[in-house]
């Protein structure tokens, strides 16, 4: 694994304006980053990212399995008890997944190391499956890259194929796809995800989250008045199941992209039960729920709400000591407790590691950097590709 220096290409950001990536730069800050590039040996993909993903997804998978049908480990994901059932018939039904990321720390040569499942609403699904293979095919253009360089990146490709498996289960129903307003990302996300499930032949239709409303019936419905029947959702689960519509969803007869048993598979909590069900698991770092007495054996450790986003309300003590905090809404549900790892520094960043599924597949991964140990949601994305 290493940064290379790289030229950009002239007048990609006109090109990304074109092609509806407008939040290329965000704040006056760039947030598509191609002054560099990451490279990895096919082994490093394939066996210290790939291989350990699919594992990974797995044992989340068998977390879920167990927190479902556990009342007390239910409430300590903080599952509200009106969405319990719910939540519990999701995963029993075998309510289908689109997608998600898993964050890994991995520095050349070492471990990659689960730091949290992105498993609701991951976003850069768009940069990731397109927009840095854009940037590969202009590099073999340009003659920067001869046919020995490869991507790890099969995740437009799978996402279609996944829209279309999901489809036998919703035959002729329109997609709602929704986000919310003024996040330009999110936006960006949801039309590229409008866009794949088009190509699987899949009618859709944009609605944001604060104009769904709903029927006579108590239905969920958009502002044409069109019954929501089928809705992927760029909003978090732990939000809408407490807002004042949330009553309605347990009994709206929609299927959800994501299911709602990612309630469990997106929520902090998983890494503590993840610890308890798999010890000492190369990919797993120590983790334990605050007030786990446990936990003070950790004397570097970083400090996580049970819900949180983009880096909020994390703090991160190396030997007792707090060395980072970011502000934020989150926390009032609690924190849990993880063993620190550095992530490795390249020049002056740090580098995080995204590795994506699609459905049950590992299908790529992106690159993070940021001056900051914590990764937010301005940090730089950066291509990769895959060399000898």
Request: glycine share 6%.
């Amino acid at each position: 694994m290493y940064r290379r220096r790289s030229t950009e290409r002239p007048g990609w950001r006109q090109q990304a304006e074109e092609f509806g990536f407008g939040f290329h730069t965000m704040y006056g800050e760039p947030y598509w980053d191609e002054s560099a590039y990451y490279e990895f040996t096919l082994r490093e993909i394939e066996d210290d990212l790939e291989d350990p993903t699919a594992e990974l997804h797995r044992m989340c998978l068998a977390v879920v399995d167990r927190v479902v049908r556990d009342e007390t480990l239910l409430e300590r994901f903080q599952i509200p008890q009106h969405y319990r059932k719910w939540v519990r018939q999701s995963w029993e039904a075998g309510d289908k997944s689109l997608y998600s990321r898993l964050d890994l720390a991995y520095s050349p040569g070492g471990t990659a190391k689960l730091l949290e499942n992105n498993a609701d609403t991951p976003t850069s699904l768009y940069e990731s499956g397109f927009w840095q293979w854009l940037w590969l095919e202009d590099k073999f253009s340009d003659g920067t890259f001869d046919d020995s360089i490869d991507q790890f990146n099969s995740v437009q490709e799978k996402v279609v194929e996944r829209f279309r498996a999901l489809q036998i289960q919703h035959p002729d129903a329109l997609l709602h796809v929704s986000c919310c307003r003024d996040t330009a990302e999110d936006r960006g996300t949801v039309q590229y995800l409008q866009d794949c499930a088009r190509e699987a032949g899949i009618e859709t239709e944009f609605v944001y989250v604060e104009d769904i409303g709903r029927d006579a019936q108590g239905r969920l419905s958009d502002t044409k008045n069109q019954v929501i029947t089928w809705m992927f959702k760029l909003y978090p689960w732990e939000f809408m199941m407490r807002e004042s519509f949330g009553e309605l969803l347990p009994g709206a007869p929609i299927g959800w992209l994501e299911p709602p048993w990612k309630s469990v598979l997106s929520n902090k909590a998983l890494l503590p039960l993840l610890w308890q069900m798999y010890p000492d698991h190369p990919n797993l770092l120590p983790a334990y729920f605050e007030d786990d007495p446990r936990r003070h054996a950790l004397t570097s450790y970083v400090r996580k709400p049970i819900f949180a986003r983009e880096g909020c309300n994390v703090s991160i003590h190396i030997d007792g000591k707090q060395v980072h905090a970011s502000d934020g809404p989150y926390g009032d549900e609690g924190f849990i407790i993880q063993e620190y790892v550095p992530l490795p520094r390249f020049d002056d960043s740090y580098t995080l590691i995204g590795s994506w599924l699609i459905g049950d597949q590992p299908a790529g991964i992106s690159v993070r950097e940021d001056s900051s140990a914590v990764t937010q949601d301005l940090s730089r994305y950066l291509p990769h590709v895959i060399r000898g």
